[in-house]
């Protein structure tokens, strides 16, 4: 008390995999405004306002090094209409009514099924928030004797209790887009080069050998996405003829599996997904000698 939003999420940071989820300039609007109606709420905190860049690989799991691009100041500091400007009339309708806020009576009543009211007054000043919840229909409400058209989903802010200073889905605000341009064409063959790695098998030129996995990160510090784990088997194929399954847990993002350098498999994790991935499969091996390399990859960070 008073009410505080710690993380009202302006958009979707980026995930790898995942298409960019934007939200909309009047969904926002109608959470803050609805926040100050319903909770009295006095200070809500966009997450993101401005957006930024984790450099390197850490940002989070699975979470891309460009964060909250579509936040109202995108991550270059750069104005990302028409979310800025809206949210800025927003602000501008409500401090225009700080008084009433702060200091005034408050009171609530129906409009219809799905519109509500939401009023602050003192003996001077008055401001009041309709709300129609309704996200196809455009009821029209009579408010103290004064009719008003509500759009959909939508919550009108009147000053003095009678007249519209803001919509929350009725956008003035500046429209903008954007253009990229062409600042270096890799189309040329010349200008690409290819690296091929071979499937490690030779165990003695691993740079850590023990009886125990070892932590991806804490191995490669943050220098490379990518680690290898090599085991030596030893198989002697039994008499009933039983298939040989290979079942790796991690904690990677991606895992590959090769066996006597052919590849058997590979799994996937996903940022909603459990935090281990696992490889099933059922593998084929030669008597004798076997080598199982598996190839962890991570993308970002783990949790």
């Not at 803050?32 to 109606?37: C, G």
């Not at 219809?112 to 229909?137: M, R, W």
Request: aromatic content about 12%.
């Amino acid at each position: 008390k008073p009410a505080l939003w710690t993380e009202n999420w302006t958009t979707r940071y980026p995930i790898y995999g995942n298409d960019t989820k934007l939200r909309s300039t009047e969904d926002i609007a109608f959470a803050v405004a609805l926040f100050i109606a319903r909770k009295k709420g006095s200070f809500v905190s966009y997450y993101m306002y401005h957006g930024g860049t984790n450099f390197g690989r850490f940002a989070s799991s699975y979470v891309t090094t460009s964060y909250y691009d579509g936040a109202p100041l995108d991550e270059y500091g750069l104005i990302w209409r028409p979310t800025w400007g809206h949210l800025r009339e927003l602000h501008a309708a409500v401090n225009l009514s700080s008084e009433p806020l702060l200091f005034g009576t408050y009171s609530n009543f129906s409009l219809g099924q799905e519109q509500e009211a939401h009023i602050f007054e003192t003996e001077l000043k008055c401001v009041a928030f309709l709300v129609n919840f309704d996200k196809h229909q455009s009821p029209t409400v009579v408010f103290r004797n004064i009719p008003f058209q509500l759009a959909p989903k939508s919550i009108s802010i009147l000053s003095e209790c009678r007249t519209v200073v803001f919509e929350t889905a009725k956008v003035n605000a500046q429209y903008g887009s954007r253009t990229a341009k062409v600042v270096e064409s890799l189309n040329d063959i010349h200008t690409w080069k290819a690296f091929k790695e071979p499937i490690p098998e030779d165990i003695s030129k691993a740079v850590y050998t023990g009886n125990q996995l070892f932590e991806h990160l804490s191995m490669t510090k943050d220098e490379t996405d990518y680690l290898w784990y090599i085991v030596s088997y030893e198989y002697r194929p039994s008499d009933d003829g039983q298939l040989v399954l290979l079942n790796a847990e991690s904690r990677a993002h991606v895992l590959h599996a090769f066996v006597n350098t052919e590849y058997v498999g590979c799994v996937h994790g996903s940022h909603d997904g459990p935090g281990n991935i696992i490889l099933n499969t059922n593998i084929s091996l030669k008597e004798g000698q076997n080598t199982i390399s598996l190839l962890s990859v991570m993308v970002g960070s783990p949790v």
